[in-house]
Structure formats: C-alpha cells, structure tokens
C-alpha cells in the first residue's frame, strides 16, 4: 500500500508541514519530468530546479534520484499507522483501518492526473516498477505489524497506552532528515524499514495482520485504478467507500 497523498496532507507543525510539502513537490516534479522525458533522462538536477530547491535539498529528503519516483508521499504510511493505533479500540481492525486510509486519501481526487503520470511512469521503466513494488511490500509488512500490535493492545489492557499514542511509536524511532546525512536519513527516506531497538526480538505478525494489511493495499490499488477509468461517474470516496463496505459484507457475489 504505496499511498500518494497532497503536499497539503493535515497534521504536524508547521516545520513538518514544509518538509512534507517539500518532499511532495520535488516527488511530483521528478514523476512529471519522467512522465515527459523518460526517468532515465531525468536529473536530480532538473527535479530539484523545477521543485525550486537546490540539489543538496533534494538530498535531504531522497537518497537516490530513483526514489524520487517512486517514494512519493514517505510518511503517508506512517501516518496511516498512528492513525490506525489511535482509532476507538471498540471499531473493528477493518474498520478502523478504512477510516485511517479514508483520512488520508481525502485529497485523492485532486491527485487524479499526478496518479495517471505516476502509474505511466512506472510502466515505462521496469526497474522502477520493481522497487515500487519493494516499497509497497515493506509498508504491508509495516501495517501488519501495526494491525499485530492493536490486537495484542486490545487482549491486553496495559498495551492501551501504547496502541492509542501516548507510548513509545515507531514514529519516534524515525530520524529526521535535517541531521547529517548518515544511515538514519536512509530510514526516513524510507520510514516504513525503519524499526525500535527490540524489534527483532518481537514476534512476527500472525495470518491475520498480514492478510488485512494486504487486503487494504489491494483495496487502496483497485480503488484508485477503478477511479480513474471512470472519473466522471463517480467520487473516489464513493468507490473507495464501496470496496471496504464490499470486503465488511464478505465480498458477496454481485445481484445480476
């Protein structure tokens, strides 16, 4: 589940605001260069000049050019996470996974042509289609630990604290990209590998996390991919709405 969201996404001060408004306009620059010239074509010099930035900022958010194309929103997952976590522990983990997505995509149509050139862009080049794809598989594995730790939060009550917020979050293990650009700007490129002292030790998720958390990335693709073949005929949020009531009911087979 690669989310794609607006450099006016809510949350954070306004220190994180800018940086994430940054990250996004120099991610939309680099998809609409690529989609215009081809990715092989494009410069970090050409993306951070039509972003408005200098190289050296481009850096401070992507580690390689080709991240550009393919990371284009790094903490909308994390935020889809902490969203999830802090949702009324009496909603369904289902449930409260579609509010935490729906709160995210809710600019989702006015991302309609930059998700097109986006999808182009990666058609066009395999071997950023590839990575896609390793980024998509580690924010799974990611929100399967998350959907893992509310389950365990809600068998266990002194977890509570943790899965509403107010513990320690993975989000705090996450370096920011102003300090030197060491091994921790990597994990905020790329948040979603980023993990606590002591995860290794802790148990990997059970079937269930790992289905949901695949069964919402699927949802959010075929949401998206329904939406924009046929814009006109109907909100995103309608189609979106749709998919999780479909998956709520059991997928039942259409009235014909």
Request: overall charge negative; hydrophobic content about 45%.
């Amino acid at each position: 589940m690669h989310i794609m969201t607006g450099k006016d996404a809510a949350g954070g001060g306004l220190r994180e605001r800018k940086k994430r408004a940054t990250r996004a306009a120099l991610a939309e620059a680099a998809v609409r260069l690529a989609a215009e010239h081809g990715a092989d074509q494009v410069t970090v010099e050409a993306i951070s000049a039509a972003a408005g930035v200098s190289v050296r900022t481009f850096f401070n958010y992507f580690d390689s050019r080709d991240d550009a194309f393919v990371v284009v929103d790094a903490d909308a997952s994390e935020r889809v996470r902490q969203a999830f976590l802090a949702a009324p522990p009496e909603l369904p983990p289902l449930e409260a996974l579609r509010e935490a997505l729906a709160a995210e995509l809710r600019e989702a149509e006015r991302q309609h042509e930059l998700w097109s050139l986006h999808a182009r862009v990666l058609r066009s080049a395999p071997h950023l289609l590839v990575r896609n794809l390793g980024a998509q598989m580690a924010d799974e594995s990611g929100l399967a630990e998350a959907i893992a730790r509310r389950i365990r939060a809600g068998d266990d009550p002194d977890d509570d604290a943790v899965a509403s917020g107010g513990g320690d979050t993975d989000a705090e293990a996450v370096p920011h990209r102003d300090q030197p650009d060491t091994a921790g700007a990597r994990s905020e490129s790329h948040p979603e590998t980023a993990r606590p002292e002591g995860d290794a030790d802790r148990a990997a998720p059970g079937l269930y996390p790992r289905l949901l958390a695949a069964v919402a990335g699927t949802a959010v693709r075929v949401s998206v991919q329904h939406w924009c073949e046929r814009p006109d005929e109907l909100s995103f949020a309608d189609v979106f709405r749709e998919v999780f009531d479909l998956l709520a009911a059991g997928l039942p087979a259409p009235a014909r």
